[in-house]
């Protein structure tokens, strides 16, 4: 009998018609024992064609809901389909999947409940820009003030989670910029989380949604959320 544990691979995607190809190519060579599902998220470039002409499991959801809402349509369909580790990666190919193994090294070791890829612990390959990487750390320390937990790369998207977080996810998962609202979700769930040092790439093309004024709006929206998370779940308890 085969011991191995169901993994899906959950890649959103938004217009990533130019990158996701290569994404896939990538998870058919370095990890093909393991399924995948792009969340075309309403996209209005060639993403849905792409995916029917080269055969790529994919939901196709009619409107755009979101980084938020195509990750938990992945969760979704993750638990509906008997998976036992759900795995994220962006759909733009900053994530190697080549690391894939050590992320789902403590969870299949049963030392974590959610795996995260961190660029910050290593300090190798790509960086960010010097403002982001600030308030990546100011969101850090704003998670630790909160939870008492230290988690550095709060805004990676490179993460695998056990099947009790799949249903959790499933059932809930936060809106818009979701990563480190996630990470309390978790915390408060009793989750435990385990960093993995990996080696991220800029993105193959496009531009993040994030840039100029909108970066200081992520930063005041996203703490924001995080405070009100961890009194919301606080009041529950």
Not at 40 to 57: A, F, V
Not at 97 to 113: F, G, N
Not at 156 to 169: K, L, N, Q
Not at 184 to 201: D, F, L, Y
Request: aromatic share 8%.
């Amino acid at each position: 009998m085969d011991k191995r544990p169901k993994v899906l691979i959950i890649i959103p995607a938004y217009n990533e018609a130019e990158n996701l190809l290569q994404v896939i190519e990538n998870i058919r060579q370095h990890c093909p024992q393991w399924d995948h599902l792009v969340v075309n998220d309403g996209s209005t470039d060639d993403t849905e064609e792409l995916c029917s002409r080269h055969g790529i499991c994919a939901v196709h959801l009619p409107i755009n809901l979101g980084i938020g809402g195509a990750v938990q349509t992945g969760y979704r369909y993750a638990c509906k389909n008997g998976y036992d580790i759900a795995v994220q990666i962006d759909g733009d190919g900053q994530h190697d999947v080549s690391y894939l193994d050590k992320i789902l090294e403590p969870l299949l070791d049963q030392e974590a409940d959610i795996a995260i890829g961190s660029r910050f612990i290593s300090r190798e390959g790509f960086q960010s820009s010097f403002l982001r990487r600030t308030g990546i750390w100011s969101l850090s320390f704003l998670i630790r003030l909160c939870t008492g937990v230290r988690v550095y790369d709060v805004t990676s998207g490179f993460r695998a989670v056990d099947r009790r977080f799949i249903r959790i996810y499933a059932d809930q998962y936060p809106t818009d910029y979701p990563e480190p609202e996630a990470i309390i979700s978790a915390v408060m769930h009793g989750g435990r989380i385990r960093e993995v040092p990996v080696v991220m790439r800029e993105r193959g093309s496009g531009s993040s949604s994030i840039h100029g004024l909108r970066s200081a709006y992520y930063m005041i929206k996203v703490s924001l959320s995080i405070i009100i998370c961890r009194i919301t779940f606080g009041i529950r308890r």
